[in-house]
Every structure is written in structure tokens, then in C-alpha cells.
């Protein structure tokens, strides 16, 4: 039986559960395309104004891609290029293409493609006795470089061939020391914590959100802003939004966004 992501809003903020509880939320390959699909659903909703990410129960965020498939889904240089590109790498870049913040909310073992997924989130909230690593290594097997890219940004080359080489599995604390993670927090406050953050994420005005996501990412390709892009920085001056919040700066109230 394939594991499922389960999806469900609570007023503006969406959830995406990774499900496969028998295997840890393993990630099979239907599971891959469903993440990728839900992403595209999400982009199409303009209500939403955050994503949170989690895996069923509390034992695992992610224990991986689901090993037992690997002999059919990689049987061929052809086969494993389908699935490590048109599978698994669409649906990290549709993370890190999402236009709203996303936080991960990680519980137990967030190991190989459940840290590749932690790694493409804006923010990455763990409990106490979470555990991170790839020790792909010891399976005989190497990181399609496709899949790499959102832990390169995220932690660098050093951190990056550390988790590789070694295979060593790291503690919350030492993940957070290393830069993979945003927080930690006790274990049975995770999902309080990242309901609290994705509720702070929504109290600011959305277009900015989105904004500082697309800035962010366009500072990290490198090269000069153009004139153009320059002016860009200021769309927000002629948003509603943008004299809302004033207005309730001076008014000294809370402001109402509404994305416009």
C-alpha cells in the first residue's frame, strides 16, 4: 500500500502531512508526485498565506525515499533519471518555488529525502529528539545533484559534503548548530510551534511575504540588480496594503491585510 500526503486549510494556512506511517513517511513515488501536485494546488489558491509541513505521527517527519521500490524505479540509467528528475526533483523545486513561507515542522527522524524536503522550506522548526542525515553511503548509492540544490543553499558546500561523506546521523541540537534548522523546541511543542510561527507569517501583509521570498531568491543567483528589478523593489507603494499598514501605524491599531 502506497503512502498519501494528506492536505487540509485552517483559514489561511494550509497542511500538508507526508503519510506513510507503516514505513516511517517514507517517500514513495506516488507520494512525490502528489507533494509536487499539492504544491501546484496551493499556488493556484490566493486565500493561502502559509504552508506547514509535517509528517504523520510523531515518530518521523521523513525516514527517506522508500527503499523497497528503488529496485524497480531505478532499475535503468533511464528509469532512475525519471524518477530523481521528474519525480523527486519537481517536487522539491515546487517547495522552493512556492510563492507563500512554508515551515517545516519536524518530529523523529528527518533522514535523506525528508531532509532534502526539510531543506527546501523557508523555515525549519524541530523537537528535542529529531535526528537529520543521508547516510546514503552505506546503501551504495550518491545525492542526484538535482536534489541537492535546496541543502546547498541552505547550509554551504563544507556542511553539505559533511552529512554526505560521513552518513553520520546528527542530533537536533548539532542540525541547529550546522544551520539546517530554524529552532528547536520541546518535542510535544513542535506542531504548537509551528502553528505559532506560520500565525505570525499571516499577520504581515502577504504581498511582502511573497516579496521578500522572491527577493531573497534572486539575491541568492547572484549578479547586479537591474533598473528595472531596482524599481521593482518598490511595487508595494502602490498597494493597499501598504497604506492599511501605515494607516494603522498611526492609528495605533491593528492593521487588516488583504493581499492587494
Same mark, same amino acid.
Given at each position: 500500500m502506497s503512502g498519501e500526503i494528506l492536505f487540509s486549510t485552517d483559514g489561511d494556512i494550509a497542511t500538508l502531512t $507526508?503519510?506513510?506511517p507503516d514505513k516511517l513517511n517514507a517517500i514513495d513515488s506516488a507520494m512525490w508526485v502528489a507533494l509536487r501536485e499539492a504544491f501546484e494546488r496551493i499556488a493556484t489558491t490566493p486565500a493561502l498565506r502559509c504552508v506547514i509541513l509535517r509528517g504523520a505521527g510523531d515518530k518521523a517527519f521523513a525516514a527517506g525515499g522508500d527503499i523497497e521500490e *528503488? $529496485? %524497480? &524505479?531505478r532499475a535503468t540509467v /533511464?528509469?532512475?533519471l525519471h524518477y530523481h528528475d521528474t519525480l523527486v526533483a519537481a517536487a522539491l523545486d515546487a517547495i522552493r518555488a512556492c510563492a507563500i513561507p512554508t515551515v517545516a515542522a519536524i518530529q523523529g527522524a528527518c533522514v535523506g529525502?525528508? #531532509? +532534502?524536503?526539510?531543506g527546501c522550506c523557508d523555515l525549519r522548526i524541530a523537537g528535542e529528539s529529531a535526528r537529520f542525515g543521508a547516510p546514503i553511503n552505506r546503501l551504495g548509492f550518491s545525492m542526484y545533484p538535482g536534489e541537492?540544490?535546496?541543502?546547498? /543553499? $541552505? &547550509?554551504?558546500?563544507? &556542511? $553539505?559534503? +559533511?552529512i554526505l561523506l560521513e552518513g553520520r546521523i546528527l542530533d537536533a541540537r548539532e542540525a541547529l548548530?550546522?544551520?539546517? #534548522? %530554524?529552532?528547536? %523546541?520541546?518535542?510535544e511543542k513542535v506542531l504548537d510551534e509551528a502553528r505559532a510561527s506560520a500565525a505570525r507569517i499571516v499577520a504581515g501583509a502577504p504581498l511582502v511575504a511573497r516579496w521578500h521570498k522572491q527577493w531573497v531568491h534572486r539575491l541568492m543567483r547572484g549578479g547586479a540588480l537591474s533598473a528595472e528589478e531596482k524599481r521593482a523593489a518598490f511595487d508595494f507603494l502602490a498597494t493597499d496594503d501598504y497604506? +492599511?499598514?501605515?494607516?494603522? *501605524? *498611526?492609528a495605533k491599531r491593528k492593521p487588516v491585510f488583504t493581499g492587494s
Open positions: $507526508l503519510s506513510n *528503488f $529496485l %524497480t &524505479v /533511464d528509469d532512475a529525502g525528508g #531532509l +532534502e524536503i526539510a541537492m540544490a535546496g541543502l546547498l /543553499d $541552505l &547550509v554551504g558546500p563544507a &556542511v $553539505l559534503l +559533511e548548530q550546522k544551520g539546517l #534548522l %530554524t529552532r528547536v %523546541t520541546d518535542d497604506r +492599511e499598514g501605515l494607516d494603522a *501605524f *498611526f
